[in-house]
């Protein structure tokens, strides 16, 4: 079936560096895409998100970049910090009469002092 | 975004009991739903929580286990029922469709459950 994955499921970075998450997704008719952080212990908190008719959306620190011919996704981190330490998820929604995310199985980021 | 809670935050039970989760936001929502998370995993949606009628259930979950209530735009809960070990796991309650971000899907802090 359908599935969102991540190439990568762990990464450790220095502080102050820059940080990449990617994700790829395999349904090409998903139209919005939502990347989450989880701390340990706490619930998925929303980064960004960014939909198909866009290919970058920039926040505070933080970059969604969405290639659709590869069918892509990356979060982008500036100047990484100890406090970015978490899992990260992508979501993908495809559309449909019923509504529901579909979730990549997570990165764990490391931000070494 | 919307101010989700939930209670318990945490609870060990014994196999064979059940549990009821309550989830509480803090304004109107269009939609709620609830998701398992077991430990180190991705999250998987157990059903869409529709006000005044049946929950929707995924594939793998059903009503017997997993009772769903929604009496109004605001509330929810979960009960996980006649609990095993396999059902320890964390259980979050989300929600979309709130006035000020109408597309954007928020996540309450979870309910870590052990069952022993």
């Known amino acids: 079936g359908e599935s969102v994955g991540l190439h990568l499921p762990t990464l450790s970075v220095q502080e102050g560096d820059n940080s990449i998450i990617n994700c790829a997704y395999s349904n090409s008719a998903s139209d919005y895409f939502i990347w989450y952080k989880q701390e340990s212990g706490k619930g998925p908190q929303f980064i960004i998100d960014?939909?198909?008719?866009?290919d970058k959306r920039q926040g505070q620190r933080v970059t969604v970049l969405l290639n659709k011919t590869v069918k892509h996704l990356s979060l982008q981190i500036a100047a990484t910090q100890p406090g970015d330490s978490a899992v990260y998820f992508c979501a993908e929604f495809s559309g449909g009469s019923n509504y529901k995310l579909t979730f990549g199985k997570g990165t764990l980021l490391t931000v070494n002092p | 975004s919307a101010v989700i809670s939930q209670k318990p935050s945490r609870d060990i039970c014994q196999r064979g009991t059940s549990l009821t989760i309550q989830c509480q936001v803090d304004?109107?929502?269009?939609?709620m739903f609830w998701y398992r998370q077991q430990p180190g995993q991705s999250l998987t949606l157990i059903a869409t929580?529709?006000?005044?009628?049946?929950?929707?259930?995924e594939s793998g979950f059903v009503i017997d286990k997993f009772p769903i209530s929604r009496p109004n735009l605001t509330f929810s809960t979960l009960t996980v029922s006649n609990m095993s070990p396999e059902d320890s796991s964390i259980y979050l309650c989300?929600?979309?469709?709130?006035?000020?971000?109408?597309?954007?899907?928020?996540f309450g802090p979870g309910t870590r459950l052990t069952v022993l």
């Open positions: 304004s109107q929502v269009t939609m």
């Open positions: 960014i939909r198909s008719n866009m």
């Open positions: 989300s929600v979309k469709g709130g006035t000020l971000s109408p597309d954007t899907q928020y």
């Open positions: 929580a529709n006000q005044g009628s049946e929950a929707t259930y």
